[in-house]
């Protein structure tokens, strides 16, 4: 990711074969990542030899550290700065592929596994990356992080300063982790009975911010950020044809991924027996983050992780009493007026 690549050949399917670089800080964090989860493995099966780690999680969770592999060191990323084209194929790799494996290779559940004080499981559930982890406040980041970098200047500016490109590429990678944790995850966060139809309509929302940059990109009559015609000097080159080629990438890979999670959350829906299954959660788990956050972190803070608030005596008084503090104040705010 260097500013410009006059040394560059043309992308064929010799370069694009043959075109590496070392993404030595990403590949840094990659190994880190694989440490940690094969030695939590190794961990997990000496602590509990009987306790099996289902086999598919792992394969996801490598399959998503090799795909980052290959998108920061292969000529995705080599020609990633000077191709609209290659760029769009890196930003669907890092936002959705990549998050995506790493959810359903379930690392946050190892954690929760390995960790026998059950702190981590609290925090996880906690109010702080309840937030962060909100289906609602994930979808409405996605968005604006598409929009952001693609349809302001940020585009021209990252050309211009490649160390930007890095902190594009961070960017990516953590806005698609949270939105599909809560999208196709079923790690032990707050969010984790997310109902299916709500999940399936979401994946089927987030089409829209690609399938709209992808039109605008493609109708573009002129190029959007005239810094890429400095990046490189091949003959013959189309800005504009690139820039088209590369909102077409958006619109139909990027509506093609999400279509293929929408089905595979469809499929689950239709196996899920659970509370899950259907729209009443939903309204309960608002109940729920609701007592829990009128309850404080002290002793009624637990009662919001009961599976039915009305099931659990001491959930249903507190509830109660919350509605009628609430009833209350809005008396006493009433009546000062």
Do not use: C
Request: hydrophobic content about 50%; cysteine-free; aromatic content about 12%.
């Amino acid at each position: 990711m260097t500013g410009v690549h006059h040394h560059l050949e043309p992308l064929t399917w010799s370069t694009g074969l043959t075109s590496w670089t070392f993404a030595y800080w990403w590949d840094l964090v990659i190994l880190l990542l694989a440490a940690a989860y094969f030695t939590g493995l190794v961990r997990l099966r000496r602590r509990a030899p009987h306790q099996a780690w289902p086999k598919h999680r792992t394969a996801f969770f490598t399959a998503g550290l090799v795909s980052w592999f290959l998108t920061m060191n292969s000529s995705v990323a080599v020609y990633s700065h000077p191709m609209f084209t290659m760029h769009m194929v890196q930003h669907l790799m890092l936002i959705m592929v990549v998050p995506a494996l790493l959810v359903y290779g379930k690392p946050l559940r190892l954690w929760v596994e390995l960790d026998a004080s059950g702190r981590v499981e609290s925090v996880l559930r906690g109010r702080v990356v309840g937030y962060f982890t909100h289906p609602v406040l994930t979808m409405v980041l996605y968005a604006v992080v598409l929009v952001a970098t693609h349809l302001t200047s940020f585009m021209q500016v990252m050309l211009l300063n490649p160390w930007l490109h890095h902190a594009e590429a961070v960017l990516y990678l953590v806005t698609g982790y949270l939105t599909f944790l809560p999208l196709v995850g079923n790690e032990p966060i707050r969010w984790q009975r997310f109902p299916y139809s709500l999940r399936v309509f979401a994946s089927l929302m987030a089409m829209g911010p690609d399938t709209g940059i992808g039109v605008i990109l493609m109708m573009a009559p002129d190029p959007m950020w005239p810094a890429y015609a400095r990046m490189q000097n091949w003959p013959g080159w189309d800005l504009v044809a690139d820039q088209r080629i590369g909102g077409a990438i958006m619109w139909f890979f990027g509506d093609a991924i999400m279509a293929i999670f929408a089905l595979v959350l469809v499929r689950q829906w239709i196996r899920a027996k659970g509370p899950e299954s259907g729209f009443g959660n939903w309204l309960e788990s608002a109940r729920r983050s609701a007592l829990a956050e009128t309850s404080g972190d002290g002793q009624d803070a637990g009662l919001s992780q009961s599976d039915d608030v009305d099931d659990d005596e001491r959930a249903r008084q507190a509830y109660n009493a919350m509605l009628a503090r609430l009833a209350e104040q809005e008396r006493g705010g009433s009546g000062r007026t």
